[in-house]
């Protein structure tokens, strides 16, 4: 039975490098974000990412996001991957789970963010999982 949780973690640091500037205003970057002090069970995490910039400062990314979590009594961690879009105002994300540790071994489900300037410094998810 899929259960889905409503939360936010903490964006405790947020490292973003220019790996390419392009004189058409685009770019490349590459970023880390390390994530602490959970809600509902979630601890701690990391956000990585490549993005590419448009010349408007729009963007899309590829990431993956490692949670150490309790859910439903069960510890461990997981991980998911996917992509996302910033339209300039809303940075949102549907990310799948493809890995989990501990008693979180078995995990399926996605990961999905969608969040704002406003929402800084806390990162909504929303959490859809299967603990099989």
Partial sequence: MTERLTTTIRIDSWDEQPTREHDDGTKTA??????????DGLRSGLLESVLHYGSDGTSEYAGLIRLEAELDGKSGAFTAIGEGTYDGTTASSTMRIVDGTGDLAGISGTVSSSSTQDDYPNMPLVIAYDLG
């Fill in 30 to 39: 590459h970023a880390v974000v390390t994530l602490t002090d959970g809600n």
